[in-house]
């Protein structure tokens, strides 16, 4: 389940409209819910917020920051060469 203290940083890394980068993510996994259909933007902000736990979307969300925080840095690293030289 998310924290509190999780949950800061991940909003910070995600950004606002972070819910259907997750959904797409759930999609090519092809996770679906119980019922069988596609989990909704409500879904994955609960377990955002910490009110309901499911380790799937859990697992989609950490995925999106590691890629988000992937291209931070990339981007980083091309800022720093290109200014520094």
Known sequence: MINENQRVKLKKLLGLKYTSEVLKILDNRKVV??????????????????????IQIENAIYDLAFSKRKVNEDLED???????N
């Open 33 to 54: 819910n119980r019922i069988g259909g596609k989990y909704t933007s409500g879904s994955v902000r609960n377990v955002m917020a910490g009110k309901q736990q499911n």
């Open 78 to 84: 091309k800022r720093k060469q290109l200014l520094n």
